[in-house]
């Protein structure tokens, strides 16, 4: 495949290629406003790949369904904040600019194959319609460049398979035509919304490997959504991690496993029953995640946190910066991440 | 609640349920009218094995290999093809009747999907308390609803929530009413398919020690199965890895997780993502190439054979018993079962 990996300069001089500034989402429904997202922020340059980690609710895939400019509104509705992509707002753009930059510039792949392709046209077909309504191919030019992705992403014999329907392919085949879907334009973003979670292990692990391949020779930025711990330890550059719609914690891979720094990051880490260390009990997070509908006062990690004190009740954490990049919104960050050190 | 007092007297460690070569085929047909049979799908295809009272037999594997047909044929939910199964001497299979109704009180299951396993439109009172009304002679003697919520208490639910919907409840809290449910009747084994898949971390980690804690107030034996390896090697005392219908390799926790001896394992273990970056670059990962086989048309000798990278001609033709094996004695079927050189 024939791509020139992205001169740097498409960036604006010390901007971000994709910034998040203080974005805040609600869903209005009929029981009531959910606050979904709550202020936030995270940026991503060129060729590096962000994690965004969080439990079902936390917020993580609504973020990127903004940046997509799919949300379904209603019921969500954005109420403040920027989507900075090359220094322009997204959110200010109108439907039409915003077809230009999804797929282009911004692609997506979803958590279920099955789901997410149509069952009623062969794979070619529908990998070459984006070809074909997007860069104004040929249907001859599309089909070819149809099997090109399809080797790309390493399906065995695309040229046979190109005329085969999705419930011909098994998982991780689907989860690869998938990805060749959202790389036919060339994007400088790839999102990937737990892209591995319906899939095995063995099958799991080769598509990591295939999305950092892809990621290496195209020069490609990703942002990788999970709940997966383990997942992310091995592919990203640096991690958001999100609890009722904030970030509570943002670091670099390494730093972050070793001391997390929020009280909800460590929780999280000690409660994963690990392969190489057999323990007895479990150490748990007491409690649920909360209601967004009525989000705890102050932290709204408090009702929750082992750190827990008056001023959590009362105060919104702010960020707050530890060095070399990282963040985290806990009163008692420094706190927590010397207790992990010590651990 | 305290074990029944007819529990106190048994051994723990004696075979509780034995199971012999059961085989279940879903047969595939073909035409209209006149159904031919042209093929089946093997999706249990001869597994064996033993589980002790007490004790937690992990069964663990990918999609389509049988783990979850092998519960349900336990459950007689399904009639297997062939192939027997004891539960405390008495015959699983050939059980009809009354007799069939007491054995099914004795094994209770916890299903996956604690959004579906749960009908919406029954308290949770009426929901942990259906068994009794299948099993009158099981039912408590005074009040039902008391014994219900000594039941909601037991899985760490406020026992006032009795009135409540499903709905009302988290996946974490829903799967907790899917085992007070399991636990009504008083069980002493209780298959868990794919208990906390469903579940997020922080609340997974809750329902696991749950089921540990109850196990060792009850004295209650688990068949456990589930994808996660490190889920299983958290709970099991023994694992049972299959592929493809059958056992390939069994054995006790150490056996299985630092001495496995069958490549698929090997490779299984090694593809396990561990959250921890530095000890990541340390393991050398085995990396399988290709997908499972169609169950309908596996491969012939070895079923694995084709994904394996010490596959030889004999693989092709003799099928490798679930026997132990020179390298470690635990039962592999590989006919070059060894110990992986460098353990991840």
Redesign the interface.
Known sequence: MTVQPTPASATPEGGHLLELRDLHIEFRTNEGVAQVINGVSYHLDAGETLAVLG??GSGKSVTAQAIMGILDTPPAFIRSGQILYQGQDLLTRSEEQRRQVRGTEIAMIFQDALSALNPVFPVGWQIGETLRQRAGMSRADARRRAIELMDLVKIPGAAKRIGDYPHQF????RQRVMIAMALALDPKVLIADEPTTAL???????IM?LLADLRRELNMAMILIT????????VADRIAVMYAGRIVEHAD??SL??APAHPYTK???E??????V??Q?????KG??PNLMRIPSGCPFHPRCPYVQQVCVDVVPHDLVLGDGRTSACHFAQEVRDDSVAR | MTASPANSTKVRGETILSVDNLVKHFPITQGVLFQRQIGAVKAVDGVSFELRRGETLGVVG??GCGKSTLARLLMRLETPTSGQATLEGRDLFKASGGELRRLRRNMQMVMQDPYTSLNPRMTVGDIIGEPFEIHPDAAPKGSKQKRVQELLDLVGLNPEHINRYPHQF????RQRIGIARALALKPEVIVCDEPVSAL???????V??LL?QLQDELGLSYIFIA?????V??IADRVAVMYLGRIVEIGT?DEI?ERATHPYTQ???S??????????EQRN?I??VG??PSPADPPSGCHFRTRCWKAQDICAVEDPATVPRAADPHPSACHFAELRPAT?
């Open positions: 439990e079902s098994s998982g991780g085949m095995d292990v063995t099958v799991q692990a080769q490997d709940h997966d711990l383990g997942v992310v330890a091995g891979v390494r496993y070793k929780g999280l880490l409660s994963i029953p690990r392969l190489d057999r323990g009990e479990l150490s748990t997070i649920l995640p | 990918e999609s988290s996946g974490g809290q997020d971390v922080s609340i997974q980690a809750q696991i020690n540990k994808h996660d390896l490190s889920v090697r958290h926790d997780y490779a299984l273990l593809a396990v993502p561990v959250p921890d970056p530095e000890a990541r990962m990396r399988l997908d499972v991840p």
